[in-house]
């Protein structure tokens, strides 16, 4: 890649972590409509060359997208909740169940602490997660600003 190109990669990875930061509720918005367009668009060109069924499909999924994106982002926070926790009971009940042990108290806990951080993670994305989506966006936002930076410093110094 060359420097310019890393240059604007760079600063496009930080603008894209201010805009998280920024944007929060809205920008959730902006990419379920442009995601839900998209599929229009994509509906309409499968129209275009005589594939309906695909084309209607992709037409009604993208009208949706636009209408009941949030309500697509809270199924899927409630779903990866779920998914957590089962996950998390299931495999705090087999190191339970086959008495797994470390060598020191110290591994010992560090076996547990796997199922215990997705049990309570699952937890709170189950009871708080409009908080939560929130504090997701302003991290990424942090994070992606971060390695927009890295990515600048690397540009500009190496040649």
Request: hydrophobic share 60%; proline share 3%.
């Given at each position: 890649m060359k420097k310019s190109e890393k240059i604007i990669a760079a600063v496009l990875t930080m603008v894209l972590g201010v805009l998280f930061i920024l944007l929060k509720d809205d920008f959730i918005g902006l990419l379920m409509t442009i995601a839900g367009v998209a599929?229009?668009?994509?509906?309409?060109?499968?129209?275009?060359?005589?594939?309906?069924?695909?084309a209607v499909v992709?037409?009604?999924t993208g009208a949706l997208v636009i209408v009941c994106g949030w309500i697509i982002v809270e199924a899927i926070l409630y779903i990866c909740a779920g998914i957590l926790l089962v996950f998390g009971i299931l495999l705090l009940y087999y190191k339970i169940k086959n008495n797994v042990r470390g060598c020191t108290l110290w591994q010992t806990i560090l076996e547990f602490v796997t199922p215990v951080i997705c049990i309570a993670i699952g937890i709170v994305l189950l009871f708080y997660s409009p908080s939560?989506?929130?504090?997701?966006?302003?991290?990424?936002?942090?994070?992606?600003f971060i390695e927009g930076g890295i990515l600048l410093y690397e540009a500009l110094i190496n040649d």
């Amino acid at each position: 890649m060359k420097k310019s190109e890393k240059i604007i990669a760079a600063v496009l990875t930080m603008v894209l972590g201010v805009l998280f930061i920024l944007l929060k509720d809205d920008f959730i918005g902006l990419l379920m409509t442009i995601a839900g367009v998209a599929l229009i668009i994509l509906g309409v060109i499968d129209i275009v060359n005589k594939l309906v069924p695909p084309a209607v499909v992709k037409i009604v999924t993208g009208a949706l997208v636009i209408v009941c994106g949030w309500i697509i982002v809270e199924a899927i926070l409630y779903i990866c909740a779920g998914i957590l926790l089962v996950f998390g009971i299931l495999l705090l009940y087999y190191k339970i169940k086959n008495n797994v042990r470390g060598c020191t108290l110290w591994q010992t806990i560090l076996e547990f602490v796997t199922p215990v951080i997705c049990i309570a993670i699952g937890i709170v994305l189950l009871f708080y997660s409009p908080s939560i989506v929130n504090f997701i966006f302003i991290a990424s936002g942090i994070l992606a600003f971060i390695e927009g930076g890295i990515l600048l410093y690397e540009a500009l110094i190496n040649d």
